[in-house]
T-cell receptor, first 112, second 120 residues
Framework: DQQVKQNSPSLSVQEGRISILNCDYTNSMFDYFLWYKKYPAEGPTFLISISSIKDKNEDGRFTVFLNKSAKHLSLHIVPSQPGDSAVYFCAAIGDTGNQFYFGTGTSLTVIP | ETGVTQTPRHLVMGMTNKKSLKCEQHLGHNAMYWYKQSAKKPLELMFVYNFKEQTENNSVPSRFSPECPNSSHLFLHLHTLQPEDSALYLC???????????????????FGPGTRLLVL
């Protein structure tokens, strides 16, 4: 059973507008969340993270919001640029084991 | 060369073949990982190595056999695979082992580009 879910497989946004990528999780024991970005023919690269003791973390154009009561996090990209077009994965650090739990990814297309 | 490299990038094999995937990291990391990504499914962790010792085997069938001769190299030996094993196989490394829950210290994983495997 998937513990981290990204229910939108794809998203298209106009250049300059905000992109909002969503992620839901089922395990309330998750303490740390990460977002990865993946271009075609490349491996995922780390983008931004957030600890469960925070509800927001910002890094330049990228902001991650965490709503623990709803078990929901989102990644906001403002303003969106064509170079942001990629697949975005959210991941959570588990309460057991030595691994991240990944979502299935959301493919973002930023239209010039 | 820097980062995490994987060879080959693409592989087509028959069900009776034996092949190996290679991963090499030039980052001085101590932990290495094999992931499988099938279409429309999340990345599935297969194996974890820390200082060359295997720490995790997530119920992976024995037709997949990992080998970690040193902290910089990781292999995945494949034999008698099934068509459903066709997937993207990603290698990753991290400075230290990712610890669970509140022991997590903020490590991130660095991924290779993956090997696209097709089993016929």
């Amino acid at each position: 059973d998937q513990q981290v879910k990204q229910n939108s497989p794809s998203l298209s946004v106009q250049e300059g507008r905000i992109s909002i990528l969503n992620c839901d999780y089922t395990n309330s024991m998750f303490d740390y969340f990460l977002w990865y970005k993946k271009y075609p023919a490349e491996g995922p690269t780390f983008l931004i993270s957030i600890s469960s003791i925070k509800d927001k973390n910002e890094d330049g154009r990228f902001t991650v919001f965490l709503n623990k009561s709803a078990k929901h996090l989102s990644l906001h990209i403002v303003p969106s640029q064509p170079g942001d077009s990629a697949v975005y994965f959210c991941a959570a650090i588990g309460d057991t084991g030595n691994q991240f739990y990944f979502g299935t990814g959301t493919s973002l297309t930023v239209i010039p | 060369e820097t980062g995490v490299t994987q060879t080959p990038r693409h592989l087509v094999m028959g069900m009776t073949n034996k092949k190996s995937l290679k991963c090499e990291q030039h980052l001085g990391h101590n932990a290495m990982y094999w992931y499988k990504q099938s279409a429309k499914k999340p990345l599935e962790l297969m194996f974890v190595y820390n200082f060359k010792e295997q720490t995790e085997n997530n119920s992976v069938p024995s037709r997949f056999s990992p080998e970690c001769p040193n902290s910089s190299h990781l292999f995945l030996h494949l034999h008698t695979l099934q068509p459903e094993d066709s997937a993207l196989y990603l290698c990753a490394s991290s400075q230290d082992l990712i610890l669970a829950g509140r022991n997590y210290r903020g490590e991130t994983q660095y991924f290779g580009p993956g090997t696209r495997l097709l089993v016929l």
